[in-house]
């Protein structure tokens, strides 16, 4: 059988460091009558640790899935590494760089936690065309172990996913994405349904990401958000109406008037 795989078109050379990571521009998505985005234009430099906050129905999730590529956006265009893949399926994202996770969460409930992460990263290896041995499968072996302690499901290694609690399955998710090795880790509402202990579990795995990864976030729980992000973008109605850093953001009044509410003037 042949593969029916094209390599992805190359960055242009010599502009390594100088292309934001993501640049997203005059997206626009409409679902029917609705426009869900009305023309979005984002730049994410590497490193960057960028919140996207609004209020429900904003577009947070819709501009997330034309990054991941979940969705083709209607009009506009999205790149990332300075390599445009606007109609690049999701599936071959992670092939740029890009991980995900979301809303709700995606294992496979009847496989063990580090059997969880040992497909995400064997699924990453295969993307990179490393040849199938058993050296690798061993080094995937330990490297799985490694990825599992570091998202604190150690003592769970064992467990079926279907059995973790909420807040380890958002773990184990943070886990798979991780695996990956990311230059774009895109994380879709990571804390909601912790608790507080597992929020800062949350914020300190954050905190430990090498600098060069570039985390974008979307999240409704302010504390997490202002903790993580450097860079805050406020979306409301398919538009950012505010973007800054985060005090600047918490300090707006449009901000204020449409989404934070008093929380955000304490
Ligand atoms: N697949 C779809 N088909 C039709 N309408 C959709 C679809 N996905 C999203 N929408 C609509 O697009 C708008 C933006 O939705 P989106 O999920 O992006 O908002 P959000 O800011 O992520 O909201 P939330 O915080 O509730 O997740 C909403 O009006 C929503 O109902």
């Not at 430990?208 to 302010?222: G, N, Q, R």
């Amino acid at each position: 059988m042949t593969s029916k795989r094209r390599p992805l078109p190359a960055a242009e050379p010599g502009t390594a460091g100088l292309v934001p990571v993501v640049q997203v521009r005059a997206v626009k998505v409409a679902f029917g009558g609705l426009l869900a985005l009305r023309g979005i234009d984002l730049d994410v430099e590497q490193g960057e640790r960028l919140a996207i906050l609004g209020p429900n129905g904003a577009g947070k999730t819709t501009l997330f899935n034309v990054i991941a590529g979940d969705i083709t956006p209607t009009s506009g265009t999205v790149a990332v590494k300075g390599v445009d893949c606007t109609r690049l399926p999701s599936r071959r994202r992670p092939r740029l760089g890009v991980a995900r996770t979301y809303q709700k969460a995606r294992t496979f409930e009847g496989l063990s936690v580090t059997d969880n992460v040992y497909l995400a990263l064997a699924g990453h290896y295969r993307r990179q065309r490393v040849p199938w041995r058993s050296a690798v499968d061993r080094r995937l072996r330990d490297e799985a172990g490694r990825v599992v302690a570091s998202v604190w499901l150690g003592d769970h290694r064992d467990t079926p996913a279907g059995a973790l609690a909420h807040g380890q399955k958002r773990q184990l998710e943070l886990g798979m994405a991780i695996a990956t090795d990311p230059d774009v880790l895109m994380l879709d509402e990571p804390a909601s349904g912790l608790s507080r202990g597992e929020r800062e579990h949350l914020v300190e795995l954050l905190d430990a990401l090498a600098e060069s990864v570039t985390v974008l976030l979307i999240e409704h729980d302010m504390d997490v958000a202002f903790r993580v992000a450097r860079r805050v973008v406020v979306m409301a109605d398919g538009e950012i109406v505010a973007a800054g850093a985060p005090e600047q953001v918490r300090a707006d009044p449009k901000v204020h008037e449409i989404y934070l509410g008093s929380e955000g003037r304490s």
